[in-house]
């Protein structure tokens, strides 16, 4: 009861979803397969970080296609951001990516969701895991967590198959210099530069980013189901309560 | 079908799910009619196909089917004990 108090109070007109036509204000590639897109809503009810969107793209023959995108800004930011990776045979993306710009409009409703959340009132301590385009949901509490000069203790675990694919690379570095533990895992890593993991998240791995269950920490995990399976089994084999291990999965690792 | 941006969760499918129930349905848990677990609606698995089907993260087992039935429109079947709140 108290989450649903807690976005009602954040989100006090927040009614039937409606689809809303937004603007696209800010178009950018976010790495050589991601495109970051920054959306004007009008009348947007506001968000809580971890939250989604459904986006609808709707043809001149009226054919519609639907995806759902975690929202990447935080709540405090100005236009709604989403992060979208490109699938190269897929319906929606490459028009994302590729064809839309800025000042073009772009259908959406929301926000979406209320279990994958997390506001600073919850506080600490913050345990993300993410897996690829499954940071999107975490940057949004990350960029939460700063927009409000928290302190809480935050660690983020990051598994991506190269440097190169790692969203927000600058932005993370920031925020590890802002007190965020940042751990990378890259599985597919084969430059000589890389010194660090490059094996699927394990036992090991968990335990130097912590913390114990015992210090009782919000843990949220994103990312492909794999992933989300094996992490999510592997921390509560640790002790960590299921009701304090939240995820969300995406499709397949193409996803 | 392509395998594009999908969320294969029940917070993937709360804006389907949105145009039916008018609270946030997320958050609410559900008590499985097989295993007797308890789980948030969002911790569900979802799978996409013709319609969408909902199952136990524990057991597998369903907990929500939604489609559309010749002459009856929409269907939606719920299975279990859903916690509102």
Known sequence: MERTTLLERLAPHRGPLVWRAGTVIEHHQETHDATTIVVDVPDWPGHLAGMHVDVRLTAEDGYEAQRSYSIASAPEDTGLAITVKRIDDGEVSPYLADELGVGDPLELRGPIGGYFTWHLDQGGPLLLFGGGSGLVPLMAMIRHRRRESSKADTRLLLSARTLADVLYADELTRAANEGVAIHYTLTSEISDQWKGWTRRVDAEMLAVVGPPPVAHPLIFVCGPTPFVESVANQLVSLGHPPERVRTERFGPTGG | ?85
């Open chain 2, 1 to 85: 079908m392509t395998s594009e941006g999908f969320h294969l969760d029940g917070n993937g499918i709360a804006g389907t799910l949105g145009e039916i129930f008018s609270m946030e349905i997320t958050s609410a848990e559900r008590i499985c009619q097989t295993c007797g677990t308890r789980s948030a609606i969002g911790a569900h698995r979802a799978y996409q196909g013709a319609g969408i089907a909902l199952r136990c993260p524990h057991c597998g087992d369903i907990a929500a089917l939604l489609g559309t039935m010749g002459d009856h429109g929409r269907v939606l079947e719920l299975r279990g004990r859903w916690v509102l709140g």
